[in-house]
T-cell receptor
Framework: DGGITQSPKYLFRKEGQNVTLSCEQN?????MYWYRQDPGQGLRLIYY???????QKGDIAEGYSVSREKKESFPLTVTSAQKNPTAFYLC???????????FGSGTQLSVL | GEDVEQSLFLSVREGDSSVINCTYT??????LYWYKQEPGAGLQLLTY?????DMKQDQRLTVLLNKKDKHLSLRIADTQTGDSAIYFC??????????FGQGTTLQVKP
């Protein structure tokens, strides 16, 4: 089945720890995105990448890092500099000339 | 700047029609979208409308676009309990990223 796979579904972070959220797609989509969702709020863009080995900051990039070494993969690292990391993280992808965005099922990150 | 606004909550009875409203600010948006999110899940693309259209119908869903007022609505006919979810509208910015509203929680009472 084609789709976007996020793992793990639930993740816990200790103080001062970096954690990495995985996002893999087998849709041959060019662009990939990371959004953060907090309760009662819309989605806020963290980082996006339109091509391999290139990515841009979104609206709330501080405390996060990404890489795009392969077209299929766009992992997000939540660093210890992100002081309020508890949120639902959504990965999405699309074909560049088609603006429809498709989402993974999300990762819930909580702080211990 | 770019901004999308939605009301936060809507409650309807099963079988009634639901209308979820959205306003946006970027008049250069080419597409506007409606997504559905069920608890603990990702977002599912429900429907979309191209900016040169006024209306789009897809089974029980009707999207109306008023470009002059920058107003978008989603009507769900014969609302069912399975339609209970959060509905997000989104506009596509010129650089291709989507700007989302806060989401409208639709509660369907039996």
């Amino acid at each position: 089945d084609g789709g976007i796979t996020q793992s793990p579904k639930y993740l816990f972070r200790k103080e001062g720890q970096n954690v990495t959220l995985s996002c893999e797609q087998n849709l041959n989509h060019d662009a990939m995105y990371w959004y953060r969702q907090d309760p009662g709020q819309g989605l806020r863009l963290i980082y996006y990448s339109q091509i391999v080995n290139d990515f841009q900051k979104g609206d709330i990039a501080e405390g996060y890092s990404v890489s795009r070494e392969k077209k299929e993969s766009f992992p997000l690292t939540v660093t210890s500099a992100q002081k309020n990391p508890t949120a639902f993280y959504l990965c999405a992808s699309r074909v560049l000339l088609n603006e429809k965005l498709f989402f993974g099922s999300g990762t819930q990150l909580s702080v211990l | 700047g770019e901004d999308v606004e939605q009301s936060l909550f809507l409650s309807v009875r099963e079988g009634d029609s639901s209308v979820i409203n959205c306003t946006y600010t970027d008049s250069s948006s080419t597409y506007l979208y409606w997504y559905k999110q069920e608890p603990g899940a990702g977002l599912q693309l429900l429907t979309y409308i191209f900016s040169n259209m006024d209306m789009k119908q897809d089974q029980r869903l009707t999207v109306l676009l008023n470009k002059k007022d920058k107003h978008l609505s989603l009507r769900i006919a014969d609302t069912q309990t399975g339609d209970s979810a959060i509905y997000f509208c989104a506009e596509a910015s010129p650089v291709g990223k989507l700007i989302f509203g806060q989401g409208t929680t639709l509660q369907v009472k039996p």
